[in-house]
Structures are given as C-alpha cells and as structure tokens.
C-alpha cells in the first residue's frame, strides 16, 4: 500500500519504511507525527481524495531535524562599474521514517499532526497561550490598588514598582527612599501613599 501526502508545500509519494526529507516540522527527535492531508491511497483500492482522503493519514517517526544541502547564488554585472555578490543558503529540513500509512480513523490515532515550524495552525496555539498569562497576571492586579492615582506615578512607573513587588498603597507607604534601588521612588510618592493607605 502507497499513499500521496502533501507537506511544506510539496507532494510525497510513501510506503511504510521509506525515509523522507520534508521541509521543518515543529517537531523534535524520537516524536511520532502523524500527515493528516493525504491526497491518495494506492494499493489493492485505489482511493483519490477530492482534494484529501477523509479519516485518512500517514503516521511516521522523527530521525532528526537537518540542513540540506548549500545553494550558492552568485549574482555578477558585467562591464563598468559592475558589482558581484554571493548568497549562500541551507534550507531546514526534517528527516522521517514513515511507519504506518491509516486509510481511515486517523482522528482516533492520538498522534501529534506533522506542522510546518512556521505554519499558521501553530500560530493561534501560540496567541493563545499569552492570553492565559494576561488573565493570571490580572487577578492580582485587581487585588492591589492603583498606584498611578499618586501624582507622578505613570504607568510606566506603576509597572517597575509592580515588577519589584509593590503593588498598593500599603507597601509603598513603607518603602524607604534613600535605600531601595529597584525603581526611584520619590518621596512624594511615600507621603502620598500614606495618606490613601488610610
């Protein structure tokens, strides 16, 4: 049995055993991936997708994340006043072994689908996960008070002081200016502190 799968932009066609090299996948080595966008099953019977097969999938193992081969861009104008320049790249690679090709149920697999490392399907896992941060930061805030209501305090300030533990009137009113140095704290902003601490 042989299948046609897409990835990074490109079409393999595998069977079970083969090694491939596709472009860099956000996975790393020794991990199971699994190609979800399978375009055709061969074998016994011939299945084309329209464009993929439904509940198909090829499962495959990571060997190692490489670099191909060097391609040299050498660029020269002639005559004059010319110029040359000389660009050397190595594409990301990602070497597999494919172990299993799934002509359905590939949503019950279990296994991790096979993403491009800058592939737009990672990005919003990736929006979502400083989202949860911003919530958890959030609860304390609500608890402390708001030190930019002290003249001077901008928020810019009320950020340094949160960032060295101060976070309401409380904590500031005691602070001692002449010996704290992870923000400069006016002493203004003691007295003022004093007085909405009551």
């Not at 198909?56 to 660029?75: H, M, R, W």
């Not at 019950?108 to 930061?137: D, I």
């Not at 704290?180 to 002493?187: E, G, I, L």
């Amino acid at each position: 049995m042989f299948a046609v799968l897409k990835t990074g932009g490109k079409q393999y066609k595998v069977q079970a055993g083969d090694i491939l090299r596709v472009e860099k996948l956000a996975a790393d080595a020794g991990e199971k991936v699994q190609f979800n966008d399978v375009l055709m099953l061969g074998g016994d019977n011939t299945v084309v997708g329209a464009p993929f097969v439904d509940g198909a999938a090829v499962q495959a193992d990571v060997i190692d994340q490489i670099k191909g081969e060097k391609l040299i861009n050498f660029v020269k104008r002639r005559r004059k006043h010319s110029s040359k320049r000389t660009v050397g790249h190595r594409q990301k690679l990602t070497l597999v072994k494919i172990t299993d090709i799934l002509a359905s149920g590939a949503d019950k697999s279990g296994v991790k689908a096979a993403m491009g490392a800058g592939s737009v399907a990672a990005a919003p896992a990736a929006a979502a996960a400083p989202a949860k941060k911003a919530t958890k930061a959030e609860a304390p805030a609500a608890a402390s008070d708001d030190l930019t209501a002290i003249t001077g305090v901008g928020p810019a300030a009320a950020k340094k002081l949160a960032d060295a533990g101060i976070t309401s009137y409380a904590q500031l009113a005691a602070v001692d200016v002449e010996t704290f140095d992870a923000v400069k704290v006016k002493p203004e902003w003691v007295e003022q502190a004093k007085e909405l601490a009551k």
